[in-house]
């Protein structure tokens, strides 16, 4: 029951965000001097998420004074669903999305860093066509995507690990954390090189999910190796 009231609580708090109805939220901050610095420079750079807590408000709220413009990877029919629910509070819809799996995709991410935008991306679940790297999470061997980090050496730009963990009632701590200055896959240890920054970001989410269990929105066995079926599963819920 707890996991689903924090899951409905953000996602209202999210969903209000975008629609441009801001709630009165309390969010605390870590390490924002990292971001702020980035958006000072102009630089772009790849913000490495999750489905943990919520990415909206931090997108809203932790750039305030700044006016870089954030963009979302995200599958153009959950978007087409977020939209819906922004739509039925009287909203219109703020996100600037990238769809994932279009020919395109990756041109269009370095177009809107090379402008210094940034891009956000969760790298914690598997869909269809990913390559699959097996690393250490939780006690057990789980399967996470290459996409995202293959994707983040095709770039060049900074990394940054980020969430926004909801604390109960209207309260929210938003953290940042250079995750690599470039993420960098040498062409003689390439597979090892992927293991190793999966391997990285794993041990980073479990962090967070042992700080903050019930905001970790993984509704499936994420530990079982991923069937086409389980795939498909992952993919809508993405």
């Known amino acids: 029951?707890?996991?689903?009231?924090?899951?409905?609580?953000?996602?209202?708090?999210?969903?209000f965000m975008h629609a441009g109805r801001p709630q009165s939220l309390d969010v605390k901050e870590s390490n924002r001097a990292l971001m702020h610095g980035l958006a000072d420079r102009g630089q772009g750079c790849l913000m490495l998420g999750a489905h943990m807590g919520t990415f909206d408000i931090t997108r809203d709220i932790g750039l305030r004074g700044r006016d870089t413009v954030v963009n979302v990877m995200m599958y153009q029919e959950n978007a087409r669903k977020l939209n819906a629910v922004i739509a039925s509070f009287g909203g219109h819809s703020r996100i600037k999305v990238i769809p994932i799996g279009a020919v395109d995709s990756v041109i269009r991410v370095k177009e809107?860093?090379?402008?210094?935008?940034?891009?956000?991306?969760?790298?914690d679940r598997v869909v269809?066509?990913?390559?699959?790297?097996?690393?250490?999470?939780?006690?057990?061997?789980?399967?996470?995507?290459?996409?995202?980090?293959?994707?983040?050496?095709?770039?060049?730009?900074?990394?940054?690990?980020f969430v926004c963990l909801y604390l109960g009632g209207n309260r929210y701590k938003e953290y940042f954390e250079l995750f690599a200055e470039e993420i960098v896959l040498n062409r003689a240890s390439r597979a090892a090189d992927l293991e190793q920054w999966a391997r990285r970001y794993a041990e980073r989410l479990e962090h967070?999910?042992?700080?903050?269990?019930?905001?970790?929105?993984n509704f499936y066995d994420f530990w079982a190796a991923p069937s086409?079926?389980?795939?498909?599963?992952?993919?809508r819920a993405a």
């Open 128 to 161: 269809a066509n990913d390559r699959l790297i097996r690393v250490p999470f939780l006690g057990q061997e789980a399967a996470f995507p290459a996409g995202p980090f293959l994707v983040a050496s095709a770039l060049k730009v900074p990394v940054v690990l």
């Open 208 to 217: 967070y999910c042992r700080l903050a269990p019930y905001n970790w929105f």
């Open 228 to 235: 086409p079926e389980a795939r498909t599963v992952a993919r």
């Open 1 to 15: 029951f707890q996991h689903h009231f924090v899951f409905a609580s953000v996602l209202l708090d999210s969903a």
């Open 112 to 123: 809107r860093l090379d402008v210094g935008e940034w891009v956000g991306i969760r790298a």
